[in-house]
């Protein structure tokens, strides 16, 4: 069964900085391009960053390019999000998703939760 | 504002069928069959229903159904049901840098 398990969320203030994790069970992660979304409270769905399965490709939104660094350790079956001056506007859920291909997700994790507020 | 524009809300009676549009551009959905639709119930994480316009994951009921025409993709269920109460979001690869774009979402109200 493929399971994404989040961690790492919680409240931070502004400007400061965390780091979320993923770790992947159930599929073979080395073979899997992975991503972040995110979902501000009571708004919709917003494609954060992407990596590819050996890291070699990297994208980012614009809201977050140069704040937000992506990774993954294909040994530990695990991907990264590093979030450094974190904005009010950057409260969401943060999910990981399985890029199944073309841009699809066919799996997500339940979500970890960052609050940004002073 | 989101990418790709969706109506706030929909509703329909059980049995009846509705149609959820997603209206994007030449650069997303009308340049590509890279059309996905998730339903996500309160609290819960998004679950694939469509991808690539009108493929259904194994699992996904034959009554959720994907289209596309031009710049517009639609999201069909027949035969509504009371758990199809929901809130549904689309999404497409784009070619700008954002890579992939998600409506603004849909609430699904089964009346």
């Known amino acids: 069964e493929v399971q994404l398990v989040e961690s790492g969320g919680g409240l931070v203030q502004p400007g400061g900085s965390l780091r979320l994790s993923c770790a992947a069970s159930?599929?073979?992660?080395?073979?899997?391009?992975m991503n972040w979304v995110r979902q501000a409270p009571g708004k919709g769905l917003e494609w954060v960053s992407y990596?590819?399965?050996?890291?070699?490709?990297?994208y980012y939104a614009d809201s977050v390019k140069g704040r937000f660094t992506i990774s993954r350790d294909n040994a530990k079956n695990s991907l990264y999000l590093q979030m450094n001056s974190l904005r009010d506007e950057d409260t969401a859920v943060y999910y990981c998703?399985?890029?199944?291909?073309?841009?699809?997700?066919?799996?997500w994790g339940q979500g970890t939760l960052v609050t940004v507020s002073s | 504002q989101s990418a790709l524009t969706q109506p706030a809300s929909v509703s329909g009676s059980p049995g009846q069928s509705i149609t959820i549009s997603c209206t994007g551009t030449?650069?997303?959905?009308?340049?590509?069959?890279?059309v996905s639709w998730y339903q996500q119930h309160p609290g819960k994480a998004p679950k694939l229903m469509i991808y690539?316009?009108?493929n259904r994951p194994s699992g996904v009921p034959d009554r959720f159904s994907g289209s596309k025409s031009g710049n517009t993709a639609s999201l069909t269920i027949s035969g509504l049901q009371a758990e199809d109460e929901a809130d549904y979001y689309c999404?497409?690869?784009?070619?700008?840098?954002?890579?992939?774009?998600f409506g603004g979402g849909t609430k699904l109200t089964v009346l």
């Open positions: 998703a399985r890029d199944d291909s073309s841009g699809y997700y066919g799996y």
């Open positions: 690539e316009v009108s």
């Open positions: 990596i590819s399965s050996s890291s070699s490709t990297i």
């Open positions: 159930g599929f073979t992660f080395s073979s899997y391009s």
């Open positions: 030449s650069s997303d959905v009308g340049g590509y069959n890279y």
């Open positions: 999404s497409s690869y784009t070619s700008s840098s954002t890579l992939v774009v």
